[in-house]
């Protein structure tokens, strides 16, 4: 299962949560960021649930560039999952960036719902 659906504290509400990154699919970075964002949500749409609540990005510089083109790439993939994010009605509120040989990015992605608004 790509989500964790786990009921609250509060009867009724359910808090479903999926985190995936992805490493280098295509040589556009900014695409990169928009197909990481994209399927990150698609595993919350997965189970019915219409709208993500917020999004969390994590990041992987990629060591094996330059310094000036790990600025550049490393922009252009956040610019694009955040892009989406906006498009998808939902906002990235934090996250976490480290450093890797490899330029990866994906993130979390939460909904808050009532029983009735997924499919398990």
């Known amino acids: 299962m790509d989500c964790a659906i786990q009921p609250t504290r509060h009867e ?17 970075p900014y695409l990169q960021g928009r197909i990481a964002c994209a399927n990150v949500l698609s595993d919350l749409y997965a189970t019915g649930v219409a709208h993500c609540d917020n999004m969390l990005m994590l990041v992987a510089a990629s060591l094996d560039m330059t310094a000036e083109m790990r600025q550049i790439v490393t922009q252009q993939m956040m610019r694009g999952f955040n892009d989406l994010a906006n498009e998808a009605n939902t906002r990235v509120v934090g996250g976490q960036t480290v450093l890797n040989p490899w330029p990866i990015i994906g993130g979390v992605a939460q909904s808050v719902t009532s029983s009735t608004e997924f499919i398990a």
């Not at 509400?13 to 556009?28: C, Q, S």
């Open 12 to 28: 009724g509400i359910w808090n479903i949560t999926t985190t995936d990154f992805f490493y280098p699919l295509v040589e556009d």
